[in-house]
């Protein structure tokens, strides 16, 4: 691994760490605007994580050490999945270490943790929370990676930076299996990030809250990065959503000019993407908890209707 | 030959057809007989499409007034009739559940895959790329045919008969180019009668027995099982 | 050279043989048990483990010839690289159960069991195990398959005071008995075809079809029934919790694995051609048991029953991977096919590992708080924290998490059903990216699972006095539970070098080895090619450690912010008690709404005489009625009506005499 590829690795961990709370504040200012509202600046997320940071911590008596060291199993897993997303680039080192599926399986290590962290206070709240989640979380599996599995037939690779680099290199291609695999991602990138209308995530209400009934012991700079980790998960989605089914405007190599070009041009995408996901969860109402199987069996559907059209309309004759 | 080495109008036409494809699931699926109508509108749009880029593609000129009676009948004036039916039946509000979802569409993609295993001997024939629209095209009949044995209320069972009709028209655009066009205008004209004559029976089955769902139409015997 | 390691093999027989005569002597001294007994069995297990070592290293085959059996029959000894690798699994666990051995059998020393019986009869189960795993020849491997089954029939039915043990006991006999016999029966097809009931001879038979697909009906049906493969799995639920906790560790870790042996050495070494029909049945048969074991698993609110569940699943998984090789050796890539076996072989390695750690855990919850309902556990993670922490290691093997070694075997069986596009079967493209699907959900409810038993168990609060007072376990007990926990992660952290041990075992049954998968050297894997997957796991690890440990110091270290302990959020009610926790059963309700039409489930709220309100909730397995009782139902009636040839009248029985005299006659005539 020479000089200029450990730098591209550091420039990108540091990037999506940095950029993720900016996602997250942006699609907060862009919802309440659609709501005739005036929000909080794009920046507010920042001003919330130093003053999580420091404040005092606050640890149950009954907490184990599980709970204290969660926070931070959490975060670092999730911020290494994040970094095997191309986000400026292809040329990453960090994508040959990791490829789709161990993504997945990092971000499973934190929902682990995460669960394990919100039963081991003994309340209630966090019992439930965990619960849910798990529901969740295992139904959202099957269509996640039948999603992956037809970019995978179609690219012939699981590792990311070569799924974009095909898309790049095929040119504006009118994929049915694409277009039903995006929506099918769409709809499990909404309930494994916690969005409405699978989970609000600005509620305390104990009959609508999921992730939130599981960090609900935390405060300080546990919080502070439980909170992080949830913001670098959107962001993960969203390069995922964004690179590798948009490819438009990522850079190849590792000159300077490509990089801001490829930053650019990952802004525009993620903002525009962010955007849209402020307006849908403006124009729909949360679910009930019984409800997320249909909506989970629809974004099950909708990928393997993609692997069907792959198999069936896309070999060739 | 690969999927990128189509013109743009044919990977168009492939999207078009799964598309058409998904909207049957969503036929299928759907609970609330409304927006089951709005679906079936969409499907007959995506098949007037469809034809439209085949006429395109293959230049053969009747079919662009065959895509346009597809529209007019399938996209615009048949449902428009079943949303007044249903708006003179009372059934605007009207939402079935169904009882096994899960067992329903695994059942659905099974039929789906039969399909595609069926159609391949046609499609290793070096004939119009389309083949492999056929199988598409089998599936809607065959999910259309599903729906009208899983559905108990009657007019979902008029749109699966209605979506086999588009299943039908597609395979028979995608594989022999459409049908001469005299027997499109009778087929087309086939099926507005036999809509009327459904909206009309409609209205007899209700005063009858009182409902809507034909798996009462058992009542319509002699023998003396009333004992409902 | 060649014999060290049937020298080494046959020393771990004779010391497991020895420790199981030692143990006779308890009657006298029951210190025995703890002092000599377990210590050999442990010796045994690393004796068997060299032998395995051997075998894979030198990646050649040694043969011997024991001077028992019958005069025109003796029993052939065979140690390749498959019966190394296999040899390597069970030396492991049996070491592993050599060091937790002494700490849990001190609890039987004052207690009424026959303390004979238990050492007795676990020396002579590692001895058949091992010998089964040696035998080269149909008569010798059926004396051992039933010394196997039999000595654990008696250790299942070690606390036989209690009914349900019995029961347990003996539906596990009747089982294990029935696929003996099928296994019987297809080892006498394979005979029949190759003149002798030795190895050599069934491997050059070339069976037709229809006979081959007898035969592997025949040797499935046995070896699934062993393994644990739905709908032949009833007993497995019912037979590992009655066992001792470290008996059920080697029944559930390491019989289970013979049993898989088993049916590679038969199908993959003795029949050795592959169809695509045969791929279809394993891959489905394999699916349906994953699934349905880990539905039955979450639904268990009893630890060893769901650890029992569990291995169902994971039995399940592997049979997956060996369904997929079967499917691309058929269709002629024999490099996938390679991948998919090796998948199948480190999940078997990864699987006795993990569940001997967790049923060592279950074991010592068992040990100290003697209980083993999780409704009545928590908070055990403050009372126990070694066990506590290595259980964690268990829990997040089990779920397939990186950086640990459920994940590699799992990343290797997605990986090799990614590469489904090389078929040329389209309905097979569709039917294999379906059930990898199935494979996802599985291993999602296995994390599920997994987070209801730790979170229960573990954390929280104690929901019984008898937990709330639980003490930590004796040494020996935490030894044996931090070297299966070390090696998961280390297993976890090096696949390429451990992969590269295995690599003998495909390259002598299917004659390729796993070079491209290897080719990276340790750091990396890469099945098919480096761009098309691959996966770093010492850099992954270090890479999380270096970006906690970042965190920590950056954040976790400031000695100004101290962290204060105060009582947890209540609303402003009164503090939580325990039982405002969620419980098992509760945990798993949603799941349980979801996929309610996989069990049979009664549940009812019935008003009890003194006006409480009582819960009922019963959750039985659906096979039970779809299978065992209608077969039980046929058999019985078959039984009475044969019954009647019995009618105890004295001329009746002369007259069947004489009526087969008169048969007899006329057929010699």
């Known amino acids: 691994m020479n000089l200029t590829a450990l730098t591209l690795a550091l420039l990108q961990l540091s990037l999506y760490v940095a950029l993720a709370p900016l996602l997250a504040g942006w699609v907060r200012k862009v919802k309440a605007r659609l709501q005739n509202r005036r929000g909080a600046s794009v920046l507010q997320p920042y001003r919330d994580i130093y003053k999580l940071l420091v404040k005092e911590t606050l640890v149950a008596h009954t907490a184990s050490p ?120 769409i709809l499990v990138a909404i309930a494994e990030t916690g969005r409405i209308p699978v989970d609000n995530p600005a509620t305390h209400l104990e009959l609508t809250m999921i992730h939130e009934a599981m960090i609900l012991e935390y405060s300080g700079r546990h919080l502070a990065l439980m909170e992080w980790a949830a913001q670098l998960k959107l962001m993960l989605y969203g390069a995922l959503i964004a690179n590798v089914f948009l490819p438009w405007g990522i850079a190849q190599g590792s000159g300077a000019g490509e990089l801001a070009s490829g930053l650019a041009a990952a802004v525009v995408k993620l903002g525009l993407l962010g955007a849209a996901l402020a307006a849908s969860e403006t124009a729909l109402a949360k679910m009930r908890l019984f409800r997320i199987p249909d909506f989970l069996n629809l974004a099950l559907l909708l990928a393997l209707l993609g692997l069907l059209s792959y198999v069936i309309l896309e070999v060739g004759a | 030959m690969s999927f990128e080495s189509l013109p743009v109008l044919e990977q168009l036409m492939l999207a078009m057809a799964a598309m058409a494809l998904f909207t049957s699931f969503v036929l299928l699926e759907q609970e609330r007989l409304v927006a089951a109508i709005h679906a079936f509108a969409w499907q007959g749009a995506l098949v007037s499409a469809v034809t439209t880029l085949v ?77 492999n629209i056929v199988a598409v095209s089998l599936a ?26 588009n299943g039908l028209f597609l395979a028979a655009v995608s594989a022999t180019g459409g049908m001469p066009l005299l027997i499109e205008l009778g087929v087309a004209f086939d099926v507005l009668v036999a809509m009327v004559l459904f909206g009309i029976f409609f209205f007899h089955i209700r005063e009858s027995i009182d409902s809507l769902d034909v798996d009462r139409l058992n009542r319509l015997t002699e023998t003396e099982e009333d004992t409902r | 050279m060649t014999h060290t390691g049937l020298n080494a093999a046959a020393l771990a027989v004779a010391l497991a043989l020895v420790s199981s005569f030692v143990s006779l002597f308890t009657v006298w001294s029951p210190r025995l048990l703890r002092v000599a007994a377990m210590p050999l069995f442990g010796l045994a297990g690393l004796a068997a483990l060299a032998a395995g070592l051997v075998a894979l290293a030198q990646a050649d085959v040694a043969t011997a010839e024991l001077p028992l059996g019958l005069p025109w029959l003796p029993w052939r000894v065979r140690l390749d690289a498959l019966s190394g690798f296999f040899l390597c699994v069970i030396g492991v666990v049996s070491a592993a159960v050599g ?50 089954s039999l000595s654990s029939y008696f250790l299942v039915a070690f606390h036989h005071d209690i009914a349900a043990n019995r029961r347990a006991a003996f539906m596990y006999l009747l089982m294990a008995h029935i696929g003996g016999m099928a296994i019987l029966l297809g080892f006498g097809v394979l005979a029949s075809f190759g003149d002798g009931l030795a190895f050599d001879a069934m491997r050059g038979a070339e069976p037709p079809f229809g006979w081959a697909s007898a035969a592997f009906a025949l040797s499935f049906i046995g070896f699934g ?95 997956i991977a060996l369904g997929l090789a079967i499917l691309f050796l058929s269709a002629g890539h024999a490099t996938l096919g390679t991948v998919a076996f090796a998948a199948a072989l480190y999940h078997a390695l ?12 279950a074991g ?150 796993l070079n491209q998968t290897l080719a990276g050297g340790w750091l990396w894997l890469t099945p098919v090619r ?54 098992a059963t509760a945990f798993a309700q949603p799941i349980r709404r979801v996929f309610g039409l996989l069990f049979h489930i009664e549940e009812s709220v019935e008003n009890q005489d003194d006006g409480k309100p009582r819960h009922r909730l019963d959750i039985s397995d659906r096979t039970w009625g779809l299978l065992y009782l209608p077969v039980a139902r046929v058999v019985e009636g078959a039984a009475r009506r044969i019954s009647y040839l019995q009618s105890g009248n004295v001329r009746v029985y002369l007259g069947w005499t004489l009526v087969t005299l008169l048969a007899l006659l006329w057929i010699v005539s």
């Open chain 3, 364 to 513: 010592a919850i068992l040990h100290s708080a003697h209980e083993s309902n999780l409704d009545q556990m928590g908070g055990l993670l403050r009372r126990m924290p070694w066990t506590g922490y290595f259980s964690l290691v268990g829990c997040l093997s089990i779920s397939a998490l990186p950086p640990f070694n459920g994940f590699v075997s799992e990343w290797l069986l997605f990986q090799s059903a990614l590469q489904v596009w090389r078929l040329d079967s389209g309905v097979l493209r569709t039917l294999i990216p379906i059930s990898a699907a199935a494979l996802a959900l599985t291993g999602a409810l296995a994390a599920a699972c997994f987070v209801k038993v730790y979170g229960v168990a573990f954390l929280g609060q104690a929901r019984s006095r008898h937990v709330r007072r639980a003490r930590p376990v004796p040494y020996s007990m935490r030894a044996g539970q931090g070297m299966l926990a070390v090696l998961c992660l280390a297993l976890g952290v090096f696949p390429a070098t451990f992969l590269g041990l295995i690599n003998a075992v495909p390259q002598q049954i299917l004659g390729r080895g």
């Open chain 3, 530 to 583: 480096p761009d098309v997957a691959s996966y770093s796991a010492p850099l992954v690890a270090l890479t999380l450690i270096m970006l906690a440990g970042l965190a920590v110091w950056l954040l976790g270290r400031r000695s100004v912010f101290r962290t204060r302990r105060c009582d947890a959020w209540d609303c402003g009610f009164a503090p939580p008690t325990p039982r405002m926790q969620y419980t």
């Open chain 2, 55 to 131: 006429a395109a593609s293959s230049g053969l000129r009747h079919l662009y007034f065959s895509a346009l009676l597809t529209f007019a009948l399938k996209a615009l004036l048949i449902p428009w009739m079943l949303h007044r039916l249903s708006r003179r039946l009372e059934l605007d509000r009207y939402a079935e559940p169904l009882r096994r979802p899960a067992l329903v569409t695994m059942a659905a993609v099974a039929l789906v895959i039969f399909s595609y295993w069926l159609a391949l001997p046609i499609m290793h024939e070096n004939l119009i790329f389309t083949r």
């Open chain 3, 99 to 148: 060091l937790y051995g002494p700490g849990y059998v001190r609890g039987f020393e004052s207690g009424r069991d026959s303390l004979p019986a238990l050492g007795g009869f676990t020396g002579l189960f590692l001895a058949s195990m091992l010998m089964v795993t040696l035998a080269d020849d149909a008569f010798f491997f059926m004396v051992s398959w039933e010394m196997m």
């Open chain 3, 225 to 319: 029934m062993k393994a644990g493969l739905v709908p032949l799995h009833a007993w497995l639920p019912e037979a590992h919790p009655a066992a001792p906790s470290h008996i059920s560790a080697l029944m559930s870790g390491v019989m289970l694995k013979v049993a898989v042996y088993g049916f590679i050495r038969f199908f993959f070494d003795l029949i050795g051609q592959f169809h695509w029909q045969w791929g279809v049945a394993v891959l489905a048969v394999g699916g349906v048991s994953a699934l349905a074991g880990v539905l039955y698993a979450l639904m268990q609110h009893d630890l060893k029953r769901l650890l029992a569940y569990s291995s169902v699943e994971n039995i399940g998984v592997i049979f």
């Open chain 3, 350 to 361: 990864n699987h006795a590992l993990f569940k001997g750690l967790l049923f060592f855990g």
């Open chain 2, 140 to 165: 809607v009949v065959l999910i259309g045919l599903l729906m009208m044995v899983v559905r108990q209320q009657a007019v979902a069972q008029v749109l699966g008969f209605m979506s086999m009709e």
């Open chain 1, 66 to 185: 599980l709970f204290r060291a969660a926070p931070y199993v959490v975060f670092s897993a999730t911020w290494l999945a994040t970094s095997a997303v191309p986000l400026v680039s292809t040329g990453l080192p960090a994508a040959m270490i990791a490829d789709v599926i161990v993504v997945a399986g990092l971000l499973a290590l934190a929902r682990f943790f995460l669960t394990l962290a919100g039963m081991d206070v003994g309340t209630a709240f966090g019992g439930m929370g965990a619960s849910r989640e798990m529901f969740i979380s295992a139904l959202a599996e099957p269509a996640m990676l039948m999603a992956v599995f037809t970019l995978a037939m179609t690219a012939h690779s699981t590792n990311m930076a070569s799924v974009v680099e095909y898309q790049l290199a095929e040119g504006t291609i009118l994929r049915p299996s694409f277009l039903f695999a995006l929506s099918g991602l």
